[in-house]
């Protein structure tokens, strides 16, 4: 994860290509940084601001709600420290393979069925088409597959000859592997799948030399939660995100 060390703003195309919004994304840390961020949108004419605020900075947030914010989720962050025990050999996972071009499409399709309805922030915020919420996390498999600044692995899970499982990672510094985005396809869930992927993860993070590996979710996202803790990931931090509207 990018570990954010002061207040930041920019636009994000992101929103435009995928709601026909124009926004701003911005880490803040200060009250003060509500009144800035307002100047920033007004001057680009931005219609949307996504804030995102650590949870321990609880006089922040407040500012930005009585500014007329809203609290749209909570991200929380979890860690495992790889140089303490040590990872156990994991049962074969042969099955679970880095992505190949031709195989692009048929992640596209676990991530369009796995994510249909999830509840991120974008789905918490009614004034944006969910239809289009979900289609974010289907296209951020998919320019993960291909794009480094997205992903630097992508692994899938094979169940005979049907993908029915992936996960995305990302080397954010030497130290570093971030476990980014994961899904797994309905009909085949409650078979371990996400656990076995979760291993996988980790035994990347080891085999490039990382000394860290991280995760994040939806705070109420429990049962994924429950997954990393058995193996061996502790809670680090937490992030608040909200939407603010401008001329709507």
Request: glycine share 6%.
């Amino acid at each position: 994860m990018k570990r954010e060390t002061q207040s930041s703003i920019e636009e994000s195309p992101l929103e435009l290509e995928r709601f026909r919004v124009r926004a701003a994304r911005a880490f803040a840390l200060t009250p003060d940084d509500a009144a800035g961020f307002d100047r920033f949108c007004a001057e680009r004419k931005c219609e949307l601001l996504v804030v995102r605020c650590p949870t321990t900075q609880m006089n922040t947030v407040q500012a930005f709600e009585d500014g007329g914010a809203r609290m749209m989720d909570c991200l929380v962050y979890y860690q495992r420290d790889l140089r303490k025990n040590p990872l156990s050999e994991p049962d074969t996972l042969d099955w679970i393979r880095a992505v190949v071009p031709s195989e692009v499409p048929a992640v596209a399709t676990v991530a369009a069925t796995a994510f249909e309805g999830y509840f991120g922030h974008y789905h918490a915020d009614e004034r944006l088409d969910r239809s289009a919420a979900d289609e974010t996390y289907r296209d951020w498999a998919v320019r993960s597959c291909g794009d480094p600044v997205f992903a630097d692995r992508v692994y899938a899970a094979w169940d005979g000859d049907d993908v029915v499982g992936f996960a995305t990672l990302k080397r954010n510094s030497p130290e570093e592997g971030e476990a980014v985005l994961f899904g797994v396809a309905p009909r085949a869930q409650g078979r371990g799948i996400y656990n076995a992927l979760i291993v996988k993860a980790l035994h990347w993070a080891v085999e490039i030399g990382a000394s860290r590996c991280t995760l994040s979710t939806q705070i109420s996202n429990v049962a994924v939660q429950k997954v990393w803790v058995r193996n061996g990931f502790e809670p680090m931090i937490s992030y608040f995100t909200l939407h603010k509207w401008y001329g709507r």
